[in-house]
């Protein structure tokens, strides 16, 4: 059996350092501040399609914690991203001209992209439409909470995906450039969450919250909610299943410990005004996952309904909101 487990990791590693070999030629630098990216020690990443109205909000949240740069990939967006970003001093540009999904949902991009220009650097993984969320982040900077991480030999955080919503249909959640998007969507699911840990590879897969409450009928068929987003980069690790899982294992935290009192979060906001329009393009393109097919099938209920259940909703007001309302159900899992 160890000799099994070695196998499948080295073969896991192998496969996803050829892969960001292979898929780096698909990234082209459009504009690479040198100097400010290679001062800084905490960089968000992200990949991005016709984002541009949420960047403006996002950077200026996660610039406020302690990220000093910000590398966006744009996978071929026409809304003027690359535009509208190409003279800020601590934005760094690149465009990916291949496939999103044979990418592997623009993972190997990420990978090289963090092993090419952030080894030794904080790495934030994250989508446009996520906010890092940890404890005391009124008072404690990122450069504060990392150190506090390292002091207990840790250089990767765990933290849950919370998919936020409002009190009315998905269609009135209009969020306008450079709105705070809690303003609009303050509400997750506090209960309704399972687990599964998998030894193998050291991840705690978690699936639940208001996605397969309003769209998937079979909890286990639902999206993995839990991410390793923030990690200290050194050049052999590599994203491999998104932010969900990562190489070597031991970055993806311990058992479901991990998630009964999380020490971060990933607040989500899927559900805005755009929503339709983006489950209708994904049809056409194909470049998601499965999930987006729930999506489609449930779309008419999924736009028209209202998330909010005064039993299972609760508000979030501030990283407090968290430690003290959330209540992971975690007493059975997947």
């Not at 760094?92 to 993972?107: E, H, N, Q, V």
């Amino acid at each position: 059996m160890l000799r099994n487990n070695s196998f499948h990791s080295l073969y896991t590693s192998a496969k996803a350092h050829i892969r960001r070999l292979f898929k780096s030629r698909e990234v082209i630098s459009v504009k690479v501040k040198i100097d400010p990216l290679r001062k800084a020690n905490y960089v968000v990443v992200m990949v991005v399609r016709n984002e541009g109205f949420r960047l403006e909000h996002l950077i200026k949240y996660h610039q406020k914690i302690g990220f000093e740069h910000f590398i966006i990939i744009d996978n071929e967006s026409s809304d003027g991203t690359i535009e509208k970003f190409k003279n800020r001093s601590n934005v760094s540009l690149f465009r990916a001209i291949g496939s999103y999904r044979d990418a592997r949902f623009g993972i190997d991009w990420v990978n090289h992209i963090a092993s090419k220009y952030c080894v030794g650097k904080w790495v934030l993984h994250i989508d446009a439409d996520e906010y890092f969320v940890y404890p005391n982040m009124d008072t404690v900077n990122i450069a504060t909470f990392t150190d506090e991480l390292q002091s207990k030999g840790r250089v990767s955080l765990q933290c849950l995906m919370l998919d936020m919503y409002s009190r009315h249909p998905v269609a009135h959640n209009v969020v306008l450039e450079g709105q705070d998007p809690v303003s609009v969507c303050s509400f997750f699911d506090r209960t309704g969450y399972r687990y599964e840990y998998e030894p193998l590879t050291n991840t705690t897969w978690i699936k639940g919250g208001v996605r397969s409450r309003i769209f998937f009928s079979e909890l286990e068929t639902g999206p993995a909610l839990n991410k390793t987003p923030l990690v200290l980069w050194r050049r052999h690790f590599a994203f491999l299943k998104s932010s969900h899982q990562l190489w070597p294992f031991c970055l993806n935290g311990r058992s479901k410990e991990s998630f009964e009192n999380p020490t971060g979060a990933l607040l989500h906001y899927k559900f805005l005004f755009d929503f339709n329009h983006k489950i209708k393009e994904e049809l056409l393109r194909k470049q998601h996952t499965q999930e987006y097919t729930s999506y489609a099938a449930n779309l008419d209920a999924g736009l028209k309904s209202t998330y909010f259940d005064p039993k299972i909703s609760a508000e979030f007001v501030d990283w407090k909101s968290l430690l003290q309302i959330m209540d992971i159900q975690c007493s059975k899992s997947l």
